[in-house]
């Protein structure tokens, strides 16, 4: 079956603690990228990698990092979270990179986390 | 910059046909996507539109005009599980970032 996972669903955190929050698709997409989702924000992108060792920040990247060492993984990191970052985190993967265009973005179930 | 606005919310009976608007500004254009989101769900993807017109697939239709700069999804046959959010996004930044719409939240009456 298709799918992005993420893991874990939910978490609970204490500031300064570093995480990381895991995401896997099984669809050979190229491009990758990670939301936060906010009451009354809509999702907001973090950031997103074309492919295998390209990443680049969207709109909200502070205090976050990523890495994609292999075309199925994308992992964010928070290294030192804060309770601003208390939010709702979306992973998703679509098929094309550099080619331009659009294709459908596959969302994983997003993780709840919680930095207090 | 680029910034997306829909409406905040919708309320619709069953049956009935509703429309939600989406308008965008942005500094490159790749085309405008719809997402549904249930509560507590993920994002599921609706549609595409990257030229001008109207494009449908069942129930749900989706309008570009680029001249514009804005685009709708017309959900026709409203059923109780339509009741979501519902997201435009556009692909801007010459294709490499998704940038979507606050929501508009839709809410199917019996």
């Known amino acids: 079956e298709a799918q992005v996972t993420q893991n874990p669903r939910y978490l609970i955190t204490v500031t300064g603690k570093k995480l990381t929050v895991t995401c896997s698709q099984n669809m050979n997409h190229e491009y990758m990228s990670w939301y936060r989702q906010d009451p009354g924000l809509g999702l907001r992108q973090i950031y997103y990698s074309m492919n295998v060792e390209v990443t680049d920040k969207g709109d909200v990247p502070e205090g976050y990092k990523v890495s994609r060492k292999e075309k199925r993984n994308f992992p964010l990191i928070l290294e030192s979270p804060s309770p601003n970052q208390t939010s709702l985190y979306f992973c998703?993967?679509?098929?094309?990179?550099?080619?331009?265009?659009?294709?459908?973005?596959?969302f994983g179930q997003g993780t709840r986390l919680t930095v207090v | 910059g680029q910034s997306l606005e829909q409406p905040s919310e919708v309320t619709a009976v069953e049956g009935a046909i509703v429309q939600i608007n989406c308008t965008y500004q942005?500094?490159?254009?790749?085309?405008l996507s719809w997402y549904q989101q249930h509560d507590g769900g993920a994002p599921t993807f609706l549609s595409y539109n990257a030229l001008d017109g109207l494009e449908e697939t069942g129930r749900f239709s989706s309008f570009l005009s680029r001249s514009d700069s804005y685009g709708y999804l017309l959900l026709q046959e409203l059923q109780m599980k339509d009741s979501a959010s519902y997201f435009c996004a556009v692909r801007d930044n010459y294709g490499q970032n998704f940038v979507f719409g606050p929501g508009t939240r839709l809410s199917v009456l019996p």
């Open positions: 998703a993967s679509s098929l094309e990179g550099w080619t331009g265009g659009m294709s459908e973005a596959f």
């Open positions: 942005t500094s490159g254009f790749y085309g």
